[in-house]
């Protein structure tokens, strides 16, 4: 078997561990809140929500800083595989995160006691488990915060079945916690919170022994490399910023339909923000399986390996977002009146746009996973940020024109096709990636796919309602889907990777 069937094969493998993981944790969460939301109360249960969200608004810091762990650690993996560079890179990180982690405890102790103790609306006679139930989430989010350079280096080699099967089960201990609450006496709240830190500490030790187990290059050492600690910090600084810029001009727009048109069309727009996070869940496992191959392929020189990687998880990622989006976007009514009780004006056409944009997203994510794998996201990430900046400015302007809430998000599905762009001309540049054979090989492909698919299904369902749409939708749509995302969506090499996958999964 040759490297690169070797690796697409490790490809498709660790993209079915991700599923697998994907699945069994959303199927036991959604059981899991229900129980703990009846074993607490709405009251307890309320109070726990605040307190964790005033918390997990400081974890925006953590993604980018995970993201530029992995791929330094990928980057020596595929440039020279030496086990020093890659011990060095992963000490470094840990210093940078133990740093932050104490600034981060400092800035949260000092702002969120005074909002415990001043701000936050506390039933009589609870204040005193609310300060230990907050001193229990910080200690809680330290750990979850040190664990995210070990969880970097079990994905930068790939040990997805390890990464996927911890995470089964840290949600089977979560519903353990949640059916404690039932057999355990005491404050049910007190217990869930100290049940939690625990489960988070178990979690942290067993990525640290799986990894000081199976990598070497994991050993806690001494590090000093001045010039590669700067380049962390660089890749780490560029990359919050990038996470910064995104989570503000989200929540500006909040705030201007907040201004412009009250609570209920926040309603509406935070349900939107969920079912769109709820579906992206399933491109983000095959994207997740696919970013260290980009960066190790990059770091090894193969501009061909690499270019083709980039149209085959901007192609799949696309497709396996469309099969789920299209159903749902045609049947977007149906499918909120069965989920809420109560739909909130707006909802659908704001989930419908939401969903649209994240497709056209999906498009571009190996772009800008290109982009973080070469290192030089510095002019990337300012341009990239004012570009999401447009998106407010823009909608700010509607919005004084007379616009209705829904221009918010019209004008953002506007602007992906213009980050597409903007992202293909920064790989352009840096790897030279051929616009055109991106186009002929990604864009024709997929807009045959959905043109033909779609307005397949769309004869049959449209002129339908209820529950009758959806099932004619789905009758016609998953046949068709089927056989063109196979024979139009896939090349003549993509199509002879998964009949070898199969009958070497069959022998």
């Not at 089960?169 to 939690?196: I, P, Q, T």
């Not at 890749?235 to 209920?264: C, E, H, P, R, T």
């Not at 054979?437 to 049959?460: D, E, H, R, Y």
């Amino acid at each position: 078997m040759s490297a690169i069937e070797s690796s697409n094969k490790r490809i498709a493998k660790n993209t079915l561990y991700m599923y697998a993981r994907m699945g069994i944790t959303m199927l036991v969460s959604l059981y899991t809140s229900r129980i703990v939301l009846g074993a607490l109360g709405d009251d307890d249960y309320g109070i726990y929500n605040v307190v964790a969200s005033f918390i997990v608004a400081f974890t925006f810091i953590s993604n980018p800083l995970g993201t530029a762990t992995q791929r330094f650690i990928s980057y020596e993996l595929g440039k020279s595989n030496e086990t020093e560079r890659v011990g060095s890179v992963f000490n470094l990180s840990l210093k940078i995160y133990l740093l932050l982690v104490v600034l981060l405890v400092i800035v949260i102790e000092a702002v969120g006691i005074y909002f415990v103790n001043e701000k936050m609306q506390v039933p009589e006679g609870r204040l005193g488990v609310v300060q230990f139930v907050f001193q229990v989430s910080v200690a809680s989010l330290a750990i979850n915060m040190l664990k995210t350079p070990f969880e970097a280096m079990v994905v930068a080699y790939e040990k997805m079945s390890f990464f996927a099967w911890l995470a089964i089960a840290e949600v089977l201990l979560m519903l353990l916690n949640a059916f404690s609450l039932v057999w355990l006496g005491g404050d049910r709240l007190k217990v869930y919170a100290v049940n939690r830190l625990i489960i988070s500490v178990v979690v942290f030790l067993l990525f640290c022994a799986f990894c000081f187990r199976s990598f070497e290059a994991s050993k806690i050492r001494r590090v000093q490399d001045k010039g590669l600690f700067k380049q962390l910090l660089s890749f780490s600084g560029w990359s919050l910023f990038g996470a910064a810029s995104s989570m503000a001009a989200d929540q500006g727009l909040n705030i201007l339909l907040n201004l412009f048109y009250g609570v209920k069309v926040n309603a509406a727009y935070g349900i939107s923000h969920q079912v769109s996070a709820a579906v992206n869940q399933f491109v983000s496992n095959f994207q997740i399986a696919f970013r260290p191959q980009i960066v190790k392929t990059y770091a090894g020189d193969d501009v061909s390996r690499l270019h083709d990687l980039i149209y085959t998880t901007s192609k799949l990622s696309y497709l396996l977002l469309f099969a789920i989006v299209f159903p749902l976007v045609l049947n977007m009514d149906f499918v909120l009146a069965i989920w809420l009780k109560n739909v909130p004006a707006y909802t659908s056409f704001f989930c419908i746009l939401i969903l649209i944009y994240s497709l056209v997203e999906s498009l571009t994510a190996p772009l800008w996973m290109t982009v973080q794998a070469t290192g030089n996201i510095k002019k990337y990430q300012i341009t990239i940020s004012c570009v999401m900046f447009l998106n407010v400015i823009f909608s700010y302007v509607a919005l004084c024109c007379g616009a209705p809430p829904t221009s918010v998000l019209l004008i953002k599905v506007c602007l992906c096709f213009y980050y597409m762009v903007v992202r293909m001309l920064f790989v352009r540049k840096l790897t030279g990636l051929g616009l055109r054979l991106f186009a002929q090989k990604v864009l024709l492909p997929v807009l045959v796919v959905s043109i033909i698919v779609g307005g397949a299904t769309c004869l049959f369902a449209v002129n339908r309602s209820g529950a009758s749409r959806f099932l004619v939708s789905l009758a016609v749509f998953l046949p068709t889907y089927c056989l063109l995302a196979y024979f139009v969506g896939l090349t003549k090499e993509n199509r002879a990777a998964i009949r070898l996958m199969i009958k070497t999964k069959n022998r």
